[in-house]
């Protein structure tokens, strides 16, 4: 009988203290970790590559990744633009995470390009896309002041350029023709071959300037017409003639 009643007071002991002992709260759920996609990637149902592909998630994709103890797997949410949520696996080789810094540079604007003036040093067409193939946008004259905002594209620079009615053209232009503004020449002194006219234009049919003899010394400011020279020649009498010369006839001092 005494041994029943201290079973039961022990049991009662343990009743009391374990009622006494506050209950240890329940672990938070740990917090998903922001991440963007690579590239287009498929979410899959378990991480596995043969497993059911629930959803494909395009280049640039915001996910909540919970859970990256299944080596190259993340286990992840994506809710789309419809407000529907999609649970399952991604492969980590199509994901980074999607810093504050990251974000910033995806929804920062582009700064727009810095426009630098050029001039056209003839007629030039101003086409639709950087090649010679491309349809015409306007044709240019020589002395066209223009914008060129991105010279990526080796010989062909895109600009724009607003005409007298205030109508503005973007598009690509050889940079052949062009020159930038207030440039100052780097002027080179050649002498002359042979006897060669210096002629008006940069043409054997336009008119003729003045006749420089054999081993005429002139100063050439532009190269940039192909074949002729633009140059200036000083005579005996001090007087000055600026025209075109055909390389084919000058040589460097």
Known sequence: ?????????CMLSLLLFLTAVPARPALAAKAGVPYIT???????AKASKSSDAITTLKKGTKITVTNTSHGKWYKATYK?????????YVSNKYLKKNTKKNAKKKT????????????TT???YMRSKASKNSKIVTTLTKGTAITVTNTSHGKWYKATYKNKKGKTFSGYVS????????????????ITTGNVYMRSGASKSSKIVTTL???????????SHGKWYKAV???KNKDSHTGFVSNKYLKKK
């Open 122 to 124: 003839g007629d030039v």
């Open 108 to 119: 920062k604007k582009k700064a727009a390009a810095k426009g630098v003036t050029y001039i």
């Open 213 to 223: 003899a054999k081993g005429t010394a002139i100063t050439v400011t532009d190269t």
């Open 80 to 88: 789309n633009k419809k407000g529907k949520t999609f649970t399952g």
């Open 1 to 9: 009988m005494k041994t029943t009643k201290r079973l039961l007071a």
């Open 175 to 190: 940079n052949k023709y062009l020159k930038k503004k207030g440039a100052a020449a780097k002027a080179v002194t050649y």
């Open 233 to 235: 020649y000083i005579d």
């Open 38 to 44: 690579t590239g287009d990637v498929y979410m899959r």
